[in-house]
């Protein structure tokens, strides 16, 4: 406990607290997923599911079920909870509550950009978007569009009713432009700043904007949890600087036998976290798995994530980060008053609908013998 804080925690935060563990009792079982994985149709599932809190989200679909509508409805459950928090918090909790929409905004940002780069439709990009990442619809009026490619796409955008500032990502050719027509006007803009250059968007420059804008957004939010201070700086430290040293893995990994050079690496990593500065310093340098994997042995934490992987393994990787990080989530819950129940609440419900997609995909392309692969059991 810090000084005071149980005193006065309670006058603007005891209600969504109560709220978000209320939530969080409604997550499903180990018992549950056992259900699950013995559905033999999506039906079967739906059925298991309307025992549950998604079943209001699900009773009127019709048969036959797809994998895509059980996803869009059990994120949409997420959305609704998301949003009434919101509506009911007062700073700085409102403030803590779009932090954590700002990692969906960056990956729509590069849905968007990447799929456009690769000729998709526009509108089905849009669909794909993550609800929790789209933009305010006024920000496009702010835009001022001069040539006739990006007039039409503004007609377009009107007429179909879609959220007119994540449409118009697409008619962005470099990163400069990117910022100058949308993101200037978004809570992204300030993360942007390391990314403005007038190369031309590639695949290669498209992770590379993503992952200097995670590391803004990153660092960003750890300072804002360290203004916080009390039980919120200590949860919300931990489970931060676990993310950061998750993406500065994978960032390694996936940068192997790519032109990506050990500067250019380094950079893209937080500057803060268990492996900093030194664990960055030998990541940087790694050029196979069982270079990072003897990096990572070093550091007690991370030892049980890889010893479950054999030598020259990464496939399994990500769920054995997932678990570790679902096992940290959930200790957040033992302790009170503090902001970190927010966040550990909605990376669970996040985790529940992977969990959720993947059996069902399972069950739809009769891979049953599969299911159990990357599921990742919350309690």
């Not at 919300?236 to 990506?260: C, H, K, Q, W, Y």
Request: glycine letters at 4%.
């Amino acid at each position: 406990m810090y000084g005071f804080e149980a005193m006065t925690f309670n006058i603007h935060g005891g209600y969504l607290e109560a709220i978000v563990r209320g939530h969080r009792s409604g997550l499903l079982t180990a018992a549950d997923y056992n259900n699950l994985c013995q559905c033999e149709t999506l039906d079967d599932i739906k059925m298991h599911l309307s025992a549950t809190e998604y079943g209001s989200y699900l009773q009127n679909e019709p048969s036959p079920l797809h994998t895509t509508t059980i996803v869009e409805k059990c994120t949409l459950k997420l959305v609704d909870e998301y949003k009434h928090m919101l509506c009911q918090a007062t700073e700085p909790l409102s403030t803590f509550l779009e932090y954590i929409t700002y990692g969906h905004m960056i990956d729509n940002v590069v849905l968007i950009v990447t799929g456009t780069l690769h000729e998709r439709d526009v509108q089905e990009l849009l669909e794909k978007c993550h609800p929790l990442g789209m933009f305010d619809r006024q920000v496009l009026f702010k835009i001022f569009l001069t040539a006739a490619a990006k007039l039409q796409m503004l007609i377009w955008c009107y007429f179909s009713s879609c959220f007119f500032s994540i449409a118009t990502l697409a008619v962005a050719q470099n990163m400069r432009e990117l910022y100058r027509l949308v993101l200037v006007d978004t809570p992204l803009a300030p993360y942007f700043s390391e990314c403005i250059t007038s190369e031309d968007l590639d695949d290669m420059n498209i992770e590379i904007m993503r992952n200097t804008l995670y590391k803004a957004y990153l660092e960003d939010f750890y300072r804002f949890c360290q203004k916080l201070g009390g039980a919120t700086a200590e949860i919300m430290s931990d489970l931060l600087a676990f993310e950061a040293d998750r993406r500065a893995v994978n960032i390694t990994i996936n940068s192997i036998g790519t032109e990506l050079t050990r500067d250019d690496r380094r950079k893209l990593y937080s500057s803060f976290g268990l492996l900093y500065p030194y664990g960055h310093e030998e990541l940087a340098v790694c050029e196979d798995i069982d270079q990072v994997r003897g990096v990572m042995e070093k550091y007690p934490p991370y030892q049980p994530i890889f010893s479950k992987l054999s030598y020259g393994e990464s496939q399994m990787l990500d769920k054995a980060f997932y678990e570790e990080e679902v096992k940290r989530l959930c200790l957040s819950f033992e302790q009170q008053f503090h902001y970190g129940v927010f966040f550990a609440y909605m990376r669970l419900r996040e985790q529940e609908i992977r969990n959720l997609m993947w059996i069902s995909e399972c069950v739809a392309q009769n891979q049953k013998s599969r299911v159990h692969d990357s599921v990742v059991f919350i309690f």
